[in-house]
């Protein structure tokens, strides 16, 4: 039996509580919490999968599909604005939001135009940002599109 | 007792901030950051992790494993070594790709370029594994 509580206990007092440890323990405790706690943004990413450049000449007679492109294209004052459009009929989606809603409503079951994994082509010009690529790039994933890919220059 | 919470609370939180310290040996850079987000965590294995790093005077450098290749023929032939020198050793290796939101597409382009020559030279029978880094914001 440790002194204090012998002691205690020959007064005829109860059991007393040690504020200093605890306190010692509420501020490790405290310090933990806010150590472990990770407050700025998570760093993820997106997978893309380059194919090898000799891929195609493996099956000649494999038909591909025409893809659907995207380009992005700087535009504002200093190119840090950037504009997207969509080969073919349909009209240019105004923001990447735009894009994403119009590419959800298009893809199968919803829309009938695509498969969820028709190829989507993204072509950014050469000054864009790579903010705009990205964000283009994540409207087409989070549409549910799986055959995502960047057209280089080259 | 109260000693011993003590010394293994210390010790825990010692080895939170050396992981973190560890953690943050890449550079930092202002990354996009699309809403909603479509991205996923990356997947764990090997990956040689490429940052595109823009100075003040706006001169861009790739950075792999803190040597800084520059953005030209020169630094990209460099850079083509060693990813064709790690797809040999491992196939599987992803090539992580961060780049700053207000970086230029024909810097980071030629990435993409150099990691699938870099696939095809390494005699990949699989397409490259490509990760584009992007933050995704928590809520509340």
Redesign the interface.
Known sequence: MRPHARANRRRGGGVALQIAPMIDVVFLLLMYFMVATDFSPAEEVFRLDLPNQSVGADDPLQLLDEPLRIRVVAAGAQGKQARMSIDGPWDAPGSAEALRVFLYDAVLPRGSLFLSDHPIVIIPSEQVGWGHVVAAFNAAVAAGCTNVTLETPS | M?SL??VV??L??FF??VS?IIDEDRPRLD????????????SPGPRAVIS?VTDEADVSVYDLAGIAYPADQSGRAALDVVLVDLLRRDGSTAI?IR????????I???L??G???A??TAG???????????????GI
């Open positions: 109260t919470i003590d609370f210390l825990i939180v939170v901030l973190r990354l996009p950051a699309p809403t909603p987000p479509a991205t996923v965590i990356a595109v992580q780049a700053g939101r207000d970086t230029p597409w024909d980071v382009a030629p993409l370029d990691a699938r020559a696939g095809t990949l029978a699989h397409p490259v594994r490509v990760q584009l880094a992007a933050l995704r914001k928590r």
